[in-house]
């Protein structure tokens, strides 16, 4: 197994048992850029902390998730994802999402998230 795949599949169980957000401090770069779908790159650790933090704040319940599938070329790597949960003032939802990051120096430095908004 390569290494980012070693470091990708670690990110991954992180997430899996709950420790999301003690897995951004050690996976993820300062200089990491976030992208999700019709908004500009979130740019930098503290910026994408800070929402990161707001996101599972948000949570009311957690309903499970699952990885679904999960691949790695050279230092990308990719993860597909269900979610359920309750969020804060929006109900339950299930999201299905593909993250593709890229890695250097053992840390993701860019992250983007595919998912159909609404």
Do not use: C
């Not at 910026?47 to 999960?70: C, D, I, P, Y």
């Amino acid at each position: 197994m390569s290494n980012a795949a070693t470091l990708d599949h670690e990110l991954n169980q992180a997430i899996l048992s709950g420790k999301a957000l003690e897995a951004f401090e050690k996976y993820y770069a300062e200089e990491i850029v976030m992208e999700e779908p019709g908004v500009e790159p979130h740019r930098g650790k503290d910026v994408n902390r800070k929402r990161e933090q707001e996101f599972f704040s948000s949570v009311e319940a957690f309903h499970g998730a699952e990885l679904l599938a999960s691949a790695v070329e050279g230092n990308t790597s990719f993860s597909q994802w269900k979610w359920d949960v309750t969020l804060r003032g929006m109900g339950r939802i299930l999201l299905e999402q593909v993250a593709v990051r890229t890695w250097r120096e053992n840390q993701v430095v860019y992250e983007r998230f595919y998912y159909n908004k609404g």
